[in-house]
C-alpha cells in the first residue's frame, strides 16, 4: 500500500507540477546566446538566425505549440531580408493568457579591438534565458493561464520585432487574450533593492506589481522603477503592445546609474549573477502558478498614454 500511494505520488509529481529550473540550465542558455559564435546577435545576420533557431529549438523541447503556422520562427522583413521572431505557446485551463517576452538581438560586433563581440549578456540574454526559463518551468504542468513566450528581434534597431508581431493579424485573437505581457529587459545584475528583486517600468500606469506581489513567492519583490526620468516604459518592446491597450510592462534589475556595461564589450557573462537570475526565473514560476484568470485581473489607470 506504502509503495503504490507513493508511486502515484511520484506519477502525479511528474506529470502534474512544476519543475525547477537549474542554475546550470541558465549558464547553459545564456552562454549559448552570449557565445563569440552568436557575434553579438544582430538583426540581418546569419547568427541572428542562429540564435532564433536554437531558441525555437528550447521552445520545441517544452512541447510549445505555435503561434502562427508551422513554425517558432514568424519572419518579416528587414533591409530586404527575412528574419524572425520566435513565438510559442503553452495552452492552460483558461484561453485568458500571460506573455513572457524579451528581445534575442544585440549589436553585433566591434571593428577596432582586441575583443571584437558585443555579447549582450545582460542585453538581453539574460531577459531570453528568463523566457526560456519560464518556459521549462511550466514544461510538465497545465496552468491556470495559457502563455505565450515571444523572442522579439530588432529592438536595437528601433523595436522592429515586436512593431512586427504586434501588428500580424493573424495574432489579434490572441492577444485579446492576453492579460498581462511582462518583458524582461537586462535582468542578469542584482538590482538596487537587492536580490530576488526586479523593477517594472511604468507602475505608476496599472496596478500590475500590486496585484503580482500580493501572490509572490519566497520574497521575490518588484519594486516601482527609479529611474523616471528615463521614460524607460516607452523605450523597450512592451510598448508595442500598449498601443494596443494591453497591460504590457519591462521588467529590468539593471542600475542606470551606475551600470558601465550598458552597449559596451564587457557586457559578457562575468557581469551576470547566476544565483540571482535563478532564484528570480524559479520564484517568478511560482508565483505565475498561483495566478488565475480570477485572481489576476491588472488594468491601467488613466495615466498612459496610448500612443
Ligand atoms: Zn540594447
Redesign the pocket.
Known amino acids: 500500500m506504502y509503495r503504490i500511494s507513493f508511486l502515484l505520488i511520484l506519477m502525479y509529481s511528474t506529470l502534474n507540477y512544476a519543475q525547477e529550473v537549474s542554475k546550470e540550465r541558465v549558464i547553459t542558455v545564456l552562454s549559448k546566446l552570449a557565445s563569440d559564435e552568436m557575434k553579438g546577435r544582430e538583426i540581418g545576420t546569419p547568427e541572428n538566425d542562429s540564435a532564433a533557431i536554437y531558441i525555437a529549438k528550447q521552445f520545441a523541447d517544452n512541447k510549445l505549440r505555435y503561434c502562427i503556422g508551422d513554425s517558432y520562427l514568424v519572419p518579416f522583413e528587414y533591409k530586404g531580408k527575412t528574419v524572425y521572431n520566435v513565438c510559442g505557446i503553452k495552452k492552460g485551463k483558461s484561453d485568458k493568457i500571460l506573455a513572457f517576452t524579451a528581445h534575442f538581438d ?2 553585433g560586433t566591434s571593428e577596432n579591438t582586441e575583443d571584437k563581440v558585443f555579447n ?1 549578456a545582460d ?2 540574454a539574460s531577459g531570453v534565458t528568463t523566457v526560456i526559463g519560464l518556459a521549462d518551468f511550466f514544461k510538465t504542468e497545465k496552468p491556470d493561464f495559457s502563455m505565450m513566450f515571444i523572442a522579439f528581434n530588432g ?2 534597431k528601433g523595436m522592429k520585432g515586436s512593431k512586427a508581431i504586434s501588428d500580424l493579424e493573424s495574432l489579434q485573437s490572441k492577444y485579446q487574450n492576453i492579460t498581462a505581457l511582462f518583458n524582461f529587459e537586462m535582468v542578469a545584475t542584482v538590482s538596487k533593492f537587492g536580490p530576488n528583486a526586479l523593477y517594472m517600468t511604468g507602475d505608476e500606469f496599472s496596478d500590475l506589481d500590486e496585484l503580482f506581489n500580493g501572490r509572490a513567492v519566497n520574497g521575490l519583490q518588484i519594486f516601482p522603477d527609479p529611474y523616471l526620468g528615463q521614460n524607460l516604459f516607452y523605450r523597450s518592446d512592451n510598448v508595442s503592445f500598449v498601443k494596443k491597450k494591453i497591460v504590457a510592462h519591462s521588467f529590468s534589475t539593471v542600475d542606470m546609474n551606475t551600470a558601465r556595461h550598458y ?1 559596451q564589450l564587457n557586457d559578457n557573462l562575468e557581469i551576470v549573477n547566476f544565483d540571482n537570475l535563478t532564484q528570480i526565473i524559479n520564484n517568478m514560476g511560482k508565483t505565475f502558478e498561483k495566478l488565475t484568470p480570477e485572481n489576476f485581473k491588472p488594468t491601467y489607470n488613466n495615466k498612459v498614454d496610448f500612443n
Open positions: 544585440h549589436i549582450g542585453d538581453n529592438e536595437e552597449h
